[in-house]
């Protein structure tokens, strides 16, 4: 059974560090990209970036670009997503999901969600 | 390219059909586009993928159709379960970007 199973809920103050985990099990981690989206509080989705766990090629969102970090490690089949210094802003619930490196999909599996709040 | 969902919000009863709409700004390259389901507390669930594949496990009720810039996710006949949220992404092609949804509620 294919599965993406994140990390747990967090509550973390503005200017803190904060990383984030999905880890993937029941198929090829290296066969697929994995993405995270964004969805604030009542909000739509945003698409934030992606990565290849082959190679830790990245692709980022212009909206994303420089505020996060998505990175892997393909010996533990996990992708994480990190800030260096939180705002109040980034209070939103966080989704792995995963897209086919080679016949491309669309998302086909999900993460639960993390959400993570940032408040003083 | 920018993705405009309509209409924002959708009344429907139980048996009816539902009609949504995509449009892009720019022309969809090979079709990459796909329609996504989210229900209140929950992950978002893949229904449609190159514009008019039906994902593993979607009833037959749901259907895509289009290509270009115009592209539609028919629900023919509404079951309780599909009040929800429906997505369209672009996908294949960076930035990924999901319009701004639309909410089908029970009339």
């Known amino acids: 059974e294919v599965q993406l199973v994140q990390s747990g809920a967090e509550v973390k103050k503005p200017g803190e560090s904060l990383r984030i985990s999905c880890k993937s099990s029941g198929y090829g981690f290296t066969n697929y990209w994995i993405s995270w989206v964004r969805q604030m509080p009542g909000k739509g989705l945003e698409w934030m970036g992606k990565?290849?766990?082959?190679?830790?090629?990245?692709n980022y969102s212009p909206s994303f670009q420089g505020l996060v970090t998505i990175a892997t490690d393909k010996s533990i089949t996990t992708a994480y997503l990190q800030w260096s210094s939180l705002r109040a802003s980034d209070t939103a619930i966080y989704y792995c999901a995963r897209s086919g490196l080679v016949a491309p999909v669309g998302l086909d599996q999900w993460g639960q969600g993390t959400l993570v709040t940032v408040s003083s | 390219t920018v993705l405009t969902q309509s209409p924002g919000t959708l009344s429907l009863s139980p048996g009816e059909r539902a009609t949504l709409s995509c449009r892009a700004s720019?022309?969809?390259?090979?079709?990459?586009l796909a329609w996504y389901q989210q229900k209140p507390g929950q992950a978002p669930r893949l229904l449609i993928y190159g514009a008019s594949s039906r994902a593993t496990g979607i009833p037959d009720r749901f259907s895509g159709s289009g290509s270009g810039t115009d592209f539609t996710l028919t629900i023919s006949r509404l079951e309780p379960e599909d009040f929800a949220v429906y997505y369209c992404?672009?996908?294949?092609?960076?930035?990924?970007?999901f319009g701004g949804g639309t909410k089908v509620e029970i009339k």
């Open positions: 720019q022309s969809v390259s090979n079709n990459y």
């Open positions: 992404q672009l996908y294949g092609s960076s930035p990924e970007t």
């Open positions: 990565i290849d766990p082959t190679d830790s090629y990245t």
